[in-house]
């Protein structure tokens, strides 16, 4: 079979492996690649950058190039194999500059909120019909009794992973955007970063997930992340496109990580009720006694590392 010769127009900076390469899954716009010490690399022709992407030509079927279980042999400036050599010589891209001076705005936030519900697809976080939206609710009343409380945070996270619909459990998502912003926001706001275990993530969720889920919790999240991040904070007039470019991918992964996003930016107890009841959560019948025990178990111990900025 002839081999495909791409020429990548983006490569982020941790998209230059050496080594073997394994394809785990393609979709039309999205190639998941295991590095080999376990991290992943994406190609995609879909558009957006990030630090763990290999952009090539927008629009172009990567699903006659990829094949899962396939092996390509990398060398930081190509890699090949299959039907397909991709060249790494586009340029860099970093990622998006983090939110160092943030101004936590309630009322904006209930706005990001409404917006949210109003952009929310069946099943998602913010859509309380879903037949999932009981055990939503649950673990959304841990989260708001859990503010700052990082021991406590990191039980809800833990016990909800890989719960959910989709190709990346919802909660998966909901906690990629949780951490993401938490952790872009420790050193303005004076709090620890939250590092959940990886080992305790792949314990509970896909490879996919659970790598997509540690590349946000250490900063390294798409564009489209990164300008929903700062537009949360900044007042600026562009929340709408934001939450809308975000909200539009997969079924409901962008709506799920936005809400973990909004979650995590209310920094206080008040404010993250104020934003999950505008999500639709009415938690006033739900003792926080009660729901702890039933969002964690004894096995389900912390794991945690916090990181002082």
Request: charged fraction near 20%; glycine fraction near 12%.
């Amino acid at each position: 079979m002839a081999r495909a010769f791409l020429s990548a127009w983006c490569v982020g900076t941790a998209a230059r492996p050496e080594g073997v390469l394994k394809v785990e899954c393609v979709f039309e716009r999205a190639a998941y690649l295991r590095l080999p010490r376990d991290g992943m690399l994406i190609v995609s022709s879909g558009g957006v950058r990030s630090p763990a992407t290999v952009n090539v030509d927008p629009g172009r079927n990567l699903k006659p190039l990829f094949s899962a279980d396939d092996e390509l042999l990398a060398d930081g400036r190509r890699f090949s194999g299959g039907s397909v050599e991709i060249a790494l010589e586009g340029e860099a891209y970093v990622g998006e500059t983090p939110v160092l001076a943030p101004s936590v705005d309630t009322p904006r936030l209930l706005m990001a909120a409404s917006l949210l519900q109003a952009l929310a697809v069946e099943g998602s976080l913010a859509d309380p019909r879903g037949r999932f939206f009981g055990e939503y609710r649950r673990a959304m009343a841990g989260f708001v009794r859990s503010a700052g409380d990082p021991e406590g945070t990191v039980r809800v996270l833990l016990s909800q992973l890989g719960k959910g619909q989709g190709f990346t459990p919802s909660f998966d998502d909901f906690a990629a955007g949780f951490l993401y912003a938490h952790n872009g926001l420790s050193g303005a706001l004076g709090r620890g970063k939250l590092l959940l275990d990886p080992a305790e993530i792949f314990r509970r969720t896909t490879w996919v997930s659970g790598s997509l889920l540690s590349l946000a919790q250490e900063g390294k999240v798409d564009e489209e992340v990164g300008r929903l991040g700062r537009s949360l904070l900044s007042g600026s007039p562009d929340l709408l496109l934001a939450l809308q470019d975000v909200a539009a991918r997969g079924h409901s992964s962008g709506v799920d990580m936005a809400v973990g996003m909004l979650l995590a930016t209310a920094a206080t107890p008040g404010a993250a009720l104020a934003v999950a009841r505008r999500l639709g959560y009415d938690l006033s019948h739900s003792p926080q006694t009660r729901l702890s025990s039933e969002l964690t178990s004894p096995t389900d111990a912390p794991s945690l590392t916090q990181e002082r900025t």
